[in-house]
């Protein structure tokens, strides 16, 4: 039996709090199971708040997977819920987007 955790957010945040601490959030939209990669193509580097959650990946190697409602034109998500914690690596930006390998699944979150 895994571990389930509460998790916690704000409406508007990149973030959510697991166990008192933020951890960055990703879409289960971008996530390719297959070869546990995770590709955005919206990131945007020099946008504080895009510079803001990077550096966050980049520092934590953690993030929270959630599950959303995602617009038509795929800019809008809106979340409805938490999978889990996962522990990531290999994090960059490139042309294609914001890239990164899930390496392990920590918890999972309710």
């Known amino acids: ?9 704000e409406r508007g945040s990149w973030f959510a709090e697991v166990e008192g601490r933020l951890y960055p ?12 990669r995770y590709l955005d193509p919206g ?23 959630t599950r959303d409602e995602v617009s038509q034109d795929e800019k809008s998500f809106q979340r409805t819920g938490y999978i889990a914690l ?6 960059e930006v490139t042309t294609a987007g914001l890239e990164f390998e899930f390496t392990k699944r920590l918890a999972e979150l309710e």
């Open 1 to 9: 039996m895994r571990l389930k955790l509460k998790t916690s957010g």
């Open 25 to 36: 959030c990703v879409h289960e939209y971008w996530w390719q199971p297959s070869n546990h």
């Open 43 to 65: 990131a945007m580097l020099g946008e504080a708040k895009w510079d803001e959650f990077i550096a966050a990946l980049k520092r934590e190697k953690r993030a929270v997977l």
């Open 86 to 91: 996962f522990e990531i690596d290999h994090i």
